[in-house]
């Protein structure tokens, strides 16, 4: 699993399909959810600076992928909303988390579709989540359109500019990927969890 998991590993392995392939489905499929995302992001534009892959096309799968994996996670949250609401009383499943997820999504569903694709498992839930709480379609399109184009064009680079600056951080892709993007991302976390609980914490 640690190997199938490994984004270089991967990469090697299925080269642009399987980058593709997991992005799509990371960015989507609820239960993908543990699929590596930025780490795989960072490693392609890494080996990419290395001649190993070509960045442009990297970038370009990767932005078809997230986007059309946000659209497949809409349309599934839209068709179980209904139906996964039902058992009143239920910590989870109450109708009234339902109405609360629609609130949520309508006044930040925009700023959520953004901020999302910088922050692991919550990029996976938070497209299913907009079609569950029935996010206006044309606002959520744009949102996602902008919010894979800008973390194609931040995480790919940076991995692509390290691997330029220092060849040898490729013994340490995991680790420093791990402690770049928790210290970057921190305060989207926080945001997250301050906006979100006005509306689930009842």
């Known amino acids: 699993m640690e190997n199938f998991l490994n984004p270089e590993v991967i990469i090697r392995a299925f080269g642009y399909i ?10 989507g499929i609820f239960f993908a959810f543990f699929l590596p995302g930025d780490t795989l992001l960072f490693t392609a534009g890494f ?6 892959l070509n ?5 370009f799968l990767v932005f078809v992928a997230s986007f059309t994996g946000l659209l ?8 179980i909303g209904e139906k996964i609401f039902y058992k009143k009383g239920s910590w989870l499943f109450d109708p009234k988390n339902l109405k609360r997820t629609r609130l949520f999504y309508e006044k ?4 959520t579709m953004v901020l999302s694709r910088f922050v692991p498992i919550i990029r996976t839930f938070a497209p299913l989540l907009a079609g ?3 996010m206006n379609f044309r606002t959520f399109v744009k949102s996602s359109l902008l919010g894979s184009a800008l973390w194609v064009l931040i995480v790919i680079p940076t991995g692509y500019f390290i691997g330029n600056k220092i060849p040898s ?8 990927v791990t402690i770049l993007f928790t210290l970057t991302f921190l305060p989207i976390i926080w945001h997250f969890l ?9």
């Open 72 to 79: 497949v996670g809409y349309f599934i949250g839209k068709k």
């Open 55 to 59: 960045i442009a096309l990297v970038m």
């Open 169 to 176: 951080i490729h013994e340490y892709v995991m680790p420093v």
């Open 132 to 134: 569950v709480g029935n």
């Open 18 to 27: 399987g980058i593709f392939a997991i992005i799509f489905a990371e960015s």
């Open 108 to 111: 930040y569903g925009d700023k």
């Open 194 to 202: 301050k906006q979100g609980k006005k509306y689930f914490k009842k």
């Open 47 to 52: 080996l990419a600076s290395q001649g190993y």
